[in-house]
């Protein structure tokens, strides 16, 4: 429906591994946003990548991190997987237009895929 | 203190009621404000914009207290269908956007 689509849907991990979540971002869309929701929570910011680089980080450790690729699809990539990361992770991709004066960006709807998620036994 | 705050209900309301959702906010920085839905299992979908002056859209009103750093959504003649979590999203800085934790709705017939 939105055009977001994220894989894989469903993954199972143990402790200490690493894991790739792929997203394609919404035709003509220039940003990805990467959220981490654990059951019952909302969505919590992990980051932004716009124009293949990271512009913006959530209060997420080193071991996560991302890419976004040319064609602004994008990856998070967790290190050494810990029980709490167990939740679904959510990709957002938006068009988000630099203002001119200010240098800051505007940020515009996001448009969520369906969510990875992942499982760390 | 949560940077977004809401009652996490849940809110159980008979078809055709009036419920109300009130959700605050803790950086007076904030630019703009939006009500998100999440179906279980699903991923958030934006339900509307919140602008200074009130906006309506339907049976939603969403409206904006700066000075209270407060944001209501209220939903009328409630359907089967409304039935969902309602998420209020600050963003607080150009690239970020900050959700509350959501209000559980449950409208039975």
């Known amino acids: 429906e939105t055009g977001v689509t994220q894989s894989p849907t469903h993954l199972i991990k143990t402790r200490g591994q690493q894991v790739t979540l792929r997203c394609s971002s919404q035709s003509g869309h220039n940003t990805v946003s990467w959220y981490q929701q654990a059951l019952g929570q909302g969505p919590q910011f992990i980051f932004q990548y716009y124009r293949e680089e990271e512009n913006g980080r959530g209060n997420f450790p080193p071991r996560f991190s991302g890419l976004q690729f040319p064609n602004y699809s994008s990856e998070l990539n967790v290190n050494a997987l810990e029980l709490d990361d167990s939740a679904l992770y959510l990709c957002?991709?938006?068009?988000?237009?630099?203002?001119?004066?200010?240098?800051?960006?505007?940020?515009?709807?996001?448009?969520f895929g369906e969510g990875s998620r992942l499982t760390v036994l | 203190r949560k940077e977004v705050e809401q009652d996490p209900g849940p809110f159980n309301v008979p078809e055709g009621a009036t419920v109300a959702f009130n959700c605050t906010y803790s950086n007076s920085a904030s630019q703009s404000f939006f009500w998100y839905r999440q179906d279980c299992r699903k991923e958030p979908k934006l339900l509307m914009s919140?602008?200074?002056s009130g906006n309506e859209d339907g049976r939603f009103t969403a409206q904006l207290n700066r000075a209270s750093q407060y944001i209501s959504l209220l939903i009328r003649d409630s359907k089967l269908s409304d039935s969902a979590t309602y998420l209020c999203?600050?963003?607080?800085?150009?690239?970020?956007?900050?959700f509350g934790a959501g209000t559980i709705l449950r409208v039975k017939s």
């Open positions: 999203v600050v963003n607080s800085r150009g690239n970020k956007l900050v």
């Open positions: 957002a991709s938006s068009l988000v237009r630099p203002a001119r004066r200010s240098g800051t960006f505007s940020a515009g709807e996001l448009f």
């Open positions: 919140v602008y200074s």
